[in-house]
């Protein structure tokens, strides 16, 4: 069984969308929950963490943990075509470094 | 401030040869860690050195696999003799401060192709 459970997509929108992504998971160790986004050809890129339960808020992004349930989400609000790009989760114990990832999931946001 | 390079950025090789792969951190972090993403999977961990020493090597598939970072500065990843297997995506993270997940920066990556 894998780790980190994320659906690859692809999700398609039409700009100004709400769109939720989400990941389960099995390892209830876990307590540092993880967004990054990766743009084609680049590396990923850290858009938001929390730790332990709750939600956190940056601009139009929200992230959502239910650690009762082992599942994560992120909410993009207002989407725009630069949005589009594979957003990957992920999550650590916070002991050793070692991050766990979902597979990601590719986001094409439609002018 | 330039970020995490990475170089190559893409390197195909027959099964068997030999590849190096090396990694750039940002400067000043004294933590480097070593990912890989094979087609259609997740990106896994494969090792973490803190300056030149490694912390955890865990992910590290198998003995032909050998990373190394001297001086505590850039890092390289070789692998000898590749498989078909070893094909994916092989991406470098840098941190200043351990155990903060908001501190790794990832590099673009290398591609390699094993044929």
């Known amino acids: 069984q894998k780790e980190v459970e994320q659906d690859p997509g692809p999700l398609s929108v039409p700009e100004g969308a709400i769109v939720s992504l989400n990941c389960t998971y099995s390892n209830s160790a876990f307590q540092y929950f993880m967004w990054y986004r990766q743009y084609s050809r680049k590396g990923p890129e850290l858009l938001m963490y929390t730790y332990s339960s709750g939600n956190k808020e940056d601009g139009r992004f929200t992230a959502q943990v239910d650690k009762s349930s082992k599942y994560i989400s992120l909410f993009i609000r207002d989407s725009q075509p630069s949005d589009s790009a594979t957003y990957l989760c992920?999550?650590?114990?916070?002991?050793?470094?070692?991050?766990?990832f979902g597979t990601g999931t590719s986001l094409t946001v439609i002018p | 401030e330039a970020g995490v390079t990475q170089f190559p950025s893409h390197s195909v090789i027959e099964k068997g040869q030999t590849v190096t792969l090396r990694c750039d951190p940002i400067s000043g972090h004294d933590n480097l860690y070593w990912y890989r993403r094979v087609m259609g999977k997740e990106i896994k961990f494969l090792l973490h050195f803190v300056k030149e020493s490694k912390q955890d090597e865990s992910g590290m598939p198998n003995n032909r696999f050998l990373a190394e970072r001297t001086g505590g500065t850039y890092s390289t990843l070789k692998v000898q003799p590749a498989e078909l297997e070893d094909s994916g995506v092989y991406f470098c993270?840098?941190?200043?401060?351990?155990?903060?997940?908001?501190?790794?920066?990832f590099g673009p990556g290398t591609r390699l192709t094993v044929l």
């Open positions: 992920a999550m650590t114990s916070g002991l050793g470094n070692q991050f766990y």
């Open positions: 993270a840098s941190s200043q401060v351990a155990g903060g997940p908001d501190t790794q920066y």
